[in-house]
C-alpha cells in the first residue's frame, strides 16, 4: 500500500511568512510522529500524535509551533512567523500501534523548509 | 533521557570490503534500538532493529548490527560491500520505559557510508 506522503515537498518562505506543513500517514495508523532534521544533523523529535490526541509536545522548540491531528489521520504542522533558523527537513512518521506495543516508525518523504 | 553518539560522520570504502558504521548510546533506561538508512532523495527506511531477543539482528540485504549492553553499543556491519549502499545511515534508540505516552526515536548524527568502485 502507499506510504507516508507529505506535501509540499519544498517551500520557500520569507521570513515573518506562516507555513503549513501536511503529513499523510500509512491509513489506520494509530501513531503520528513529527521530526526536524537540520542539515548535517540527525532528526529531532517535534511532537506525537495518538490517533486526534497530542500526547507529547515537548520537542516543539518555541510556541510558533502547533501541530494537529483532528481527525486521527491527516496531520498539519504550522509554523508561524518563520525564523531562519527553520530551515530544515521536516519528516513525518507513522506506526500501526502506540509506541508501548513497539511499532515500527515509517517515515515520509520530508518536507525541505527554507526560510529567507 | 537517551542520547546516541555516531563517531564518525563519514566512512568511505571500496566496493566489496567490509565495513563497520559504529553507534554508541546512553541511557537511564532499557532500550529498543535501530538502524535507518537514507538513500540519496529518498526518505528515511528501517534497515534493522533490536528489540528483545537474540543480540544478533539481521537485515534482508546483507547487514548485520549486534546489541552490546555492557558496551552500549549497536554497531553496524557488512562483510562486502555494493556500490548501492552508498547512503546515510543513523542509528536511534527509544527508551522502553516511557510513560506509554512517548516512545519518539532518538537519533544520532548519522554516518555518511561511500562506496567507491
Known amino acids: 500500500g502507499a506510504g507516508v506522503s507529505q506535501s509540499p515537498r519544498y517551500k520557500v518562505a520569507k521570513r515573518g511568512q506562516d507555513v503549513a506543513l501536511r503529513c499523510d500517514p500509512i491509513?489506520?495508523?494509530?501513531?503520528l510522529f513529527w521530526y526536524q532534521q537540520a542539515l548535517g544533523q540527525g532528526p529531532e523529535f517535534l511532537t506525537y500524535?495518538?490517533?486526534?490526541?497530542?500526547?507529547?509536545k515537548s520537542g516543539l522548540p518555541s510556541d510558533r509551533f502547533f501541530a494537529e491531528r483532528p481527525e486521527g489521520s491527516v496531520s498539519t504542522l504550522k509554523i508561524q512567523r518563520t525564523q531562519q533558523e527553520d530551515s530544515a527537513v521536516y519528516l513525518c512518521?507513522?506506526?500501526?500501534?502506540?509506541?508501548?506495543?513497539?511499532?515500527?516508525?515509517?517515515f515520509g518523504p520530508g518536507t525541505r523548509l527554507l526560510v529567507l | 533521557a537517551q542520547s546516541v553518539t555516531q563517531l564518525d560522520s563519514q566512512v568511505p570504502v571500496f566496493e566489496e570490503a567490509p565495513v563497520e558504521l559504529r553507534c554508541n548510546y546512553s541511557s537511564s533506561v532499557s532500550v529498543y534500538l535501530f538502524w535507518y538508512v537514507q538513500y540519496p532523495n529518498q526518505g528515511l527506511q528501517l534497515l534493522l532493529k533490536y528489540l528483545s531477543g537474540s543480540t544478533l539482528v539481521e537485515s534482508i540485504n546483507g547487514f548485520e548490527a549486534e546489541f552490546n549492553k555492557s558496551q552500549t553499543s549497536f554497531h553496524l556491519r557488512k562483510p562486502s560491500v555494493h556500490i548501492s549502499d552508498t547512503a546515510e545511515y543513523f542509528c536511534a534508540v527509544s527508551g522502553v520505559n516511557y510513560g506509554g505516552s512517548q516512545g519518539n526515536l532518538i537519533f544520532g548524527k548519522g554516518t555518511k557510508l561511500s562506496v567507491k568502485p
Open positions: 500524535f495518538q490517533n486526534e490526541a497530542q500526547l507529547d
Open positions: 512518521a507513522s506506526s500501526l500501534v502506540p509506541p508501548g506495543l513497539r511499532g515500527t516508525q515509517y
Open positions: 491509513s489506520g495508523h494509530v501513531s
